[in-house]
């Protein structure tokens, strides 16, 4: 892969709207995927390996627990920062960031918002360094865009819980040392189990053959009568609105992501217009190319425009899941056609590995899946504004 020379776009001048912390983060993550990230990852996403050996450099940049609180080893920074980090770190790759949402919003923040005082002392401290890996599982083979119909289960067994099921498509499963499961009761209501590694019965079975997100490690969780200790349920929420909002957090961190791997498709694209000579004259001179990053930096400046009112609302406690949704939806959608575009720019070159760009594209296709696909956004949005669930 060539060297990492890329200039950020700021072509509404957002930096003016940032705070001096603000730009102290992200420049410290910017920093740090330019020196860590952009010389490894194409190699490591070339041999599908995920690249454990920055995951301390993850927790020093802040990047797991950055808005849970100091004293539980948080960074404790607020919502723009957390999306900014998200930004800097997807910029460099989708699963790298993917790695840091998982960590973050849906491992550490259930534990924090829904966990015992016992459970946030025990796993937060040791989650925001590093020295701790979760995964979080909520979809099943038979129940993806639905997880209400969840069919891994537990039994109260009097001094535990016995938990029988299995989890598919879990980012982090094969390395975790910790999943937050969701599982039904003998009620079938939903509840969240934390369970650990060397737990009789438990298995992290690796997916294969992704050509999406391939240095992030993907798997299975399979729960074979496996014996959890009670004090691993979190007490304070259940029902599906516990897993529903841990995805609240981890979406709106994928709506600032998807705009760090879209600026690097559309800074890559631009340069290499500038600098690639057909018919005696740069391509970045023609009509048609201009007209591709026209639209580009348009459709970027409005997702950074979209994130921003969205961390504010987030920092005011006033975002609603619909937003949220919107943003994650958007976003997502529009990274993916400027990585489609962006590749079309570089001609044959686009599509090999000494660019970031066909890495972004294919990574993209995952994230536009996950978290909630595409279609089931617009039909949150599309429920929202009518007052009529279309989903059943
Ligand atoms: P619905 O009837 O709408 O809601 C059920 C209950 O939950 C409540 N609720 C929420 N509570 C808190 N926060 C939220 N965001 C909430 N949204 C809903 C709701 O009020 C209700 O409460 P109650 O008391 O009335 O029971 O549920 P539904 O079954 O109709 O489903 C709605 C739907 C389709 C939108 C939802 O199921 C959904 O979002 N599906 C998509 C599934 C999804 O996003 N899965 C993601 C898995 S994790 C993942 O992909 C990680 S990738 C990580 C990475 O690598 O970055
Ligand atoms: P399905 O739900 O089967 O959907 C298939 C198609 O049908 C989609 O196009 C969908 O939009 C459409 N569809 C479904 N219902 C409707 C409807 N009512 N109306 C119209 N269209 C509909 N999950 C976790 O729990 N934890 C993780 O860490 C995690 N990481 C992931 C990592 C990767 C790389 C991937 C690919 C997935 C991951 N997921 C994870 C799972 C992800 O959240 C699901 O793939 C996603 O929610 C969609 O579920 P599904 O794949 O079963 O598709």
């Avoid at 301390?56 to 627990?65: D, H, P, Q």
């Avoid at 369970?195 to 992290?204: A, D, H, Q, Y």
């Avoid at 939806?329 to 962006?342: F, S």
């Amino acid at each position: 892969m060539r060297p990492d020379l890329f200039e950020s776009p700021d072509y509404y001048q957002m930096d003016d709207l940032l705070s001096e912390e603000h730009i102290l983060v992200r420049d410290a993550a910017r920093a740090w995927v330019k020196r860590d990230i952009s010389p490894i990852i194409e190699e490591y996403a070339q041999k599908a390996e995920f690249p454990k050996q920055i995951l301390g450099g993850l927790a020093e940049i802040g990047a797991f627990g950055p808005y849970i609180p100091e004293e539980y080893g948080g960074a404790g920074l607020d919502q723009i920062s957390y999306g900014l980090i998200m930004q800097e770190i997807e910029r460099g790759d989708s699963g790298v960031r993917s790695t840091a949402s998982v960590q973050s919003s849906l491992v550490m923040y259930p534990i924090f918002a829904y966990g015992s005082e016992e459970q946030r002392k025990k796993y937060l401290p040791k989650l925001a360094s590093g020295e701790l890996m979760g995964c979080f599982g909520l979809t099943e083979p038979n129940h993806g865009s639905n997880p209400s119909g969840m069919e891994t289960k537990f039994k109260d067994m009097g001094d535990h819980y016995l938990l029988n099921g299995a989890k598919l498509w879990i980012s982090n499963s094969p390395f975790a040392d910790i999943a937050i499961v969701w599982a039904k009761n003998e009620e079938g209501r939903i509840h969240g189990l934390i369970v650990e590694r060397g737990m009789e019965g438990f298995t992290t079975p690796e997916t294969h053959n992704k050509w999406s997100l391939r240095a992030s490690a993907t798997g299975e969780l399979i729960f074979d009568n496996v014996k959890v200790p009670k004090k691993n349920l979190l007490p304070k929420k259940n029902g599906l609105g516990a897993p529903l909002g841990c995805l609240d957090s981890a979406r709106y961190g994928i709506a600032w992501g998807a705009i760090g791997a879209a600026m690097d498709c559309y800074d890559t694209a631009l340069r290499y217009s500038k600098e690639r000579i057909q018919f005696g004259k740069p391509i970045g001179a023609t009509q048609l190319q201009q007209k591709k990053l026209a639209e580009m930096i348009t459709e970027i400046t409005k997702a950074q425009l979209l994130a921003f009112r969205l961390g504010q609302l987030k920092n005011e406690g006033k975002a609603t899941t619909a937003q949220i949704s919107m943003a994650k939806r958007n976003n997502v959608d529009m990274a993916l056609t400027i990585a489609r575009e962006a590749r079309q720019v570089l001609g044959g070159m686009g599509i090999t590995g000494e660019y970031s760009i066909m890495r972004h594209m294919m990574n993209l296709e995952s994230v536009i899946t996950y978290e909630g696909t595409h279609d089931i956004h617009l039909l949150i949005t599309g429920a929202d504004i009518t007052g009529m669930p279309a989903f059943k």
